[in-house]
């Protein structure tokens, strides 16, 4: 027999392939080795098949070359294997943004739900952070911000819990006398509207106000025109805003022209400020020095009365000095200038004034920090929503990418590839969402500026923080939403995909159910905040606040109106559509506490009472209908009335332990010792934040400033016009200015109602972002049913029961969602109204309202879906797939 | 394997590339005929030298039309080698101090 040498190699290498560790390119190594081996044997003169033999020989045993090789593959299995892929293959990158965009492309509806739902959802947010960026603004733009404090008393010596922002004249100078550390001080001061008049041009300024030269120093209010060295350091100088010097000049230079106030002293514009666009918890229109004040109002003898309470003092601390430690020097303070004074004066940094400060006597048009937390949570509550949305949609679909998953992982995909696959995907909708939320921020903005009172510009493409802000947000939303589904996707098993064994119906239908039930926990909830916070709203603007505003307009009467008020009282009266004029120091809307404690007969001498007190005129009483549950009006017929008669209401009685008759009791106030002539009953002259309070009115012609026109309730225009009328006749140099004192009243809750717009809509679009989610998936949940809809219809079911059975699922989870919400919202909104000493009580139809709300939304939402499935032909149905 | 393989073996690639079985043929020359190992016992040693990177490879063309698994020496290879040739001629230099001339055989 020949000896045939390639049958005996392909014996030989049968022999090698026994053992697995031989891979075929061992193999082939060791082969070519042998034939080698046996060419060079051949040539030495030996027979082929000694020459075979001999070289099978060298190269050894199966068994231990197989053994080197194990010993190898043991070393290489604990190391990482040399093919592994990078944690990131660029080449891949166009194939992830290419399926992304496919599979947007290819579920057009599903995809528009997401987009759309994220786009709104961001849209709030950047609405909110925008809101609460303003809100956080707030006196922020001075660059001394954190040196500047305000000063105010803490009145607890003598009051319970009150304080004041009012200080006395000679306080800011002494301060910074006394203490070395206030580098500079101003008092900030306001004293009643001022009729401006420059040529023919006249204003009653509700905004003049006055401060000291160091004012300018202090806060960073740009003066655009004007010496900053000598600005205020004329006392009959005064600077006006931007504004204001259009109002007046127009176009003319404001600079050096000559304004007159009240008719009765000059004052030279020295400068003008910016102050429009900058958020500042001190508001003016007009600047003067403070010592116009007391030259011209007060008189300058109360530079030095620290009984005059009446102005507010800034101070501005050494870089390193700190405010606790002047807190505590600042002890006692007060009793060094006036002996019977116990009250303590505190620092209030100028950044807690806007959003941190309830003191009394406080500025108007002040935040409040509740309101930006709740306005953040609703923030985070409504991208939460469009959140799930996202996943649930995601997932539920998750059947459609599950072949893809598995292909990727057959071909070596790692379960971190396709989670950070999936993270792209989600986080590049999130971009495209941002994009669509840029453009609806700039739509919704000057609609969201008329809702909050607010100026806000987003101004975020030269804004590189905001923007970033933005994208950050975007990003987040991305990797919060992408995060299931990346998770999920990823973790598919290739083999069971690809053999189809199983099939993939989406995510587990028990979480999907959970995501529904938060989402729509936090849409009742939503639902439940709204109808309360509207409850309260309206109850505040309803409440019976026992005295009547309706028909009365009021007239500012300062400077010289004061001394012609009873002829202009007289003249009015002429008119027959006036029923009653009468006048006082304040609005009956808001009147304020008097520092220090009345006298009363038998008042124990420990005895303390805070109490609000009001200057007013005859028929005060009569004016506003406030009835009188002892004793008298104030009444001409009684010629003490002026002097020594103080009439107080039911509270002040009670505080102060008088048994009945009240009337005729001694009682004294701001050293005037008299008597108690009536008691009315209780009635709301301050906001419903504050309870109803102690109160004394007293006659006091001196201190009247506002006039008040009780009107027939006919003919309201032509009385006006019929008023003004009389008020050109008697030339008195001022304009016939006037305002509705129910309109007055509803601007006391203009910023509750103005939040509890923005609420109630984003709120709305909550809900509305829920039920897009909804949707989506009631309709995914019909077409996978699609099936077993025909079926059931030729068997004979209705398309009533089709929709039943298609909406139960979600009726389970809505009246879930119901159970959870109804304590979380009980709670939070018990809390909410705890602020209120008047509100309105929760309801258990509020519940159930909000409850059938959810409900009917999310049923409308779903059965649009589930009847469209339910009616299809099932021949149509039966055709599907 | 005895120790001394993987630097016999990269010495030899550090002349310049080389494939299987010429270099087992020169291992052979160089030890005198004192490997004690079969011939495909150094395939796995090339195998590992390569998945430590001392070595890499790749399949040529030879001249006589067969395809060769060529290997060449790397840059850590090569330090390996001098890091080697070090510590070995220290071994012999302290074989040399202290043990007495060992009788060859005839």
């Known amino acids: ?881 | 394997m005895a120790a001394s393989t993987r630097p016999i073996i990269l010495a030899i690639l550090s002349r310049g590339e080389d494939y299987g079985y010429s270099i087992i043929q020169k291992v052979k020359d160089i030890s005198g005929g004192h490997l004690k190992w079969t011939d495909g016992m150094l395939y796995p040693v090339l195998q590992r030298m390569e998945m430590d990177d001392l070595i890499t490879s790749k399949w040529k063309l030879s001249g006589e039309g067969r395809p060769r698994h060529y290997y060449t020496i790397t840059e850590k290879g090569r330090k390996e080698l001098a890091s080697e040739l070090v510590s070995w001629r220290n071994v012999w230099q302290a074989l040399v101090r202290l043990a007495k001339p060992i009788p060859a055989e005839d």
């Open chain 1, 1 to 881: 027999m020949m000896f045939d040498l390639e049958k005996e190699i392909r014996k030989w290498k049968k022999s090698l392939q026994k053992h697995e560790v031989f891979e075929n390119g061992f193999i082939a190594d060791i082969e070519l080795h042998l034939r080698d081996s046996y060419s060079a044997q051949k040539q030495a003169g030996l027979t082929e098949e000694d020459a075979f033999r001999q070289a099978v020989a060298q190269v050894g045993t199966a068994e231990s070359i197989a053994a080197e090789y194990n010993k190898n593959r043991l070393v290489m299995l604990n190391r990482h294997s040399p093919l592994r892929p990078g944690r990131f293959m660029p080449a891949l990158v166009w194939n992830y943004i290419k399926t992304a965009l496919r599979t947007i492309r290819r579920h057009k509806g599903y995809s528009l739900i997401n987009v759309s739902g994220l786009a709104i959802g961001l849209t709030v947010c950047m609405l909110i952070v925008l809101w609460v960026a303003d809100e956080w603004s707030f006196d922020r733009f001075n660059t001394n911000a954190r040196q500047i404090y305000r000063v105010y008393r803490n009145e607890s010596a003598t009051q319970k819990n009150s304080t004041t922002v009012l200080t006395p004249p000679p306080m800011a100078a002494a301060l910074k006398s006394d203490f070395p550390e206030i580098i500079k001080a101003t008092r900030f001061g306001y004293w009643h509207r001022q009729l401006v008049t420059y040529k023919d041009k006249s204003f009653n300024e509700p905004g003049f106000r006055y401060a000291d030269p160091d004012f300018i120093d202090m806060f960073s209010f740009p003066l655009i025109k004007g010496n900053p060295k000598t600005v205020l350091s004329n006392p009959y100088s005064v600077i006006l805003t931007e504004k204001t010097a259009t109002k007046y000049f127009a176009e003319e230079d404001p600079l050096g022209k000559i304004l007159t106030v009240n008719n009765s002293f000059n004052v030279t514009v020295t400068g003008v400020i910016h102050n429009e666009s900058l958020n500042s918890s001190l508001e003016f229109d007009l600047l003067s020095p403070f010592v116009i004040i007391l030259k011209e109002s007060i008189g300058e003898g109360n530079a030095d009365n620290w009984g005059f309470n009446s102005f507010g003092t800034y101070v501005m601390l050494e870089q390193s000095a700190s405010a606790d430690n002047l807190n505590q020097k600042l002890a006692g303070y007060l009793k060094k200038y006036s002996d019977t004074d116990t009250d303590e004066l505190v620092l209030q940094p100028l950044t807690d004034i806007h959003l941190f400060s309830n003191l009394g006597h406080d500025l108007r048009n002040r935040g409040d920090i509740k309101y930006v937390w709740i306005f953040s949570a609703l923030a985070v509550f409504v991208l939460l929503i469009a959140c799930v949305n996202f996943m649930n949609l995601t997932t539920a679909r998750s059947a459609n990418r599950a072949k893809e998953v598995g292909l990727r992982k057959v071909v070596g995909a790692e379960r971190s590839q396709l989670i950070r696959q999936f993270f792209g995907e989600s986080i590049l909708i999130a971009l495209l969402a941002l994009v669509i939320a840029l453009i609806f921020l700039e739509l919704l903005l000057p609609l969201f500026n008329t809702l909050s009172g607010k100026q806000l510009a987003s101004g975020w493409w030269n804004n590189p923080i905001l923007l970033l802000g933005f994208i950050g947000l975007a990003l987040v939303t991305g990797i919060l939403s992408g995060s299931y589904p990346a998770l999920f996707l990823s973790a598919f098993q290739p083999i069971r995909i690809l053999k189809s064994t199983e099939r993939s119906s989406g995510a587990n239908p028990l979480f999907r159910k959970i995501l529904v039930i938060f989402q729509f926990t936090l849409s009742v909830f939503l639902i439940i905040g709204t109808l309360i916070i509207s409850r309260q709203l309206s109850y505040m603007r309803n409440i019976d606040l026992g005295f009547s505003k309706e028909h009365i307009i009021y007239l500012s009467i300062h400077g010289e109106l004061h001394d012609k008020y009873g002829s202009i009282r007289e003249r009015f009266l002429q008119n027959p559509d006036v029923i009653r004029i009468t006048a006082s120091m304040t609005l009956p809307t808001n009147i304020q506490g008097s520092p220090g404690t009345p006298m009363w007969e038998g008042r124990p001498s420990d005895a303390k009472m805070e109490i609000k007190a009001d200057f007013v005129d005859y028929d005060y009483i009569e004016t506003f209908e406030i009835p009188l549950v002892e004793g008298r009006s104030f009444s001409r017929q009684y010629s003490a009335d002026p002097e020594t008669a103080f009439i107080v209401n039911e509270e002040a009685v009670r505080r102060m332990g008088l048994e009945k008759p009240v009337v005729g009791k001694r009682f004294g106030f701001w050293n005037i010792d008299g008597q108690i002539i009536g008691v009315m009953k209780d009635a709301h002259f301050q906001n419903l934040h504050h309870k109803i309070e102690p109160l004394v009115f007293k006659m006091f012609p001196g201190w009247l400033r506002r006039m008040y026109v009780k009107i027939r309730s006919a003919n309201v225009p032509s009385t006006l016009a019929s008023l003004e009328k009389t008020w050109e006749e008697m030339n008195l140099g001022y304009p016939f200015e006037y305002r509705f004192l129910d309109e007055d009243f509803h601007n006391l809750y203009k910023s509750e109602a103005r939040l509890g717009k923005i609420f109630q809509s984003f709120a709305a679009l909550a809900v509305f972002i829920a039920c897009l989610g909804l949707f989506g998936l009631a309709s995914f949940i019909a077409e996978q049913r699609t099936k077993e809809i025909g079926i059931r219809k030729v068997l004979g079911s209705s398309t009533a029961r089709i929709v039943a059975l298609l909406n139960r699922e979600f009726l389970y989870c809505i009246a879930a969602a119901n159970l959870i919400a109804w304590p979380i919202a009980y709670f939070a909104t018990h809390e909410w109204l705890q602020k209120f000493p008047y509100r309105t009580n929760i309801k258990i139809w509020v519940f159930l309202l909000s409850a059938a709300l959810g409900l009917a939304v999310a049923l409308l939402t779903v059965s649009l879906q589930t009847l469209r499935a339910a009616r299809a032909n099932p021949v149509d149905s039966l055709r599907h797939e």
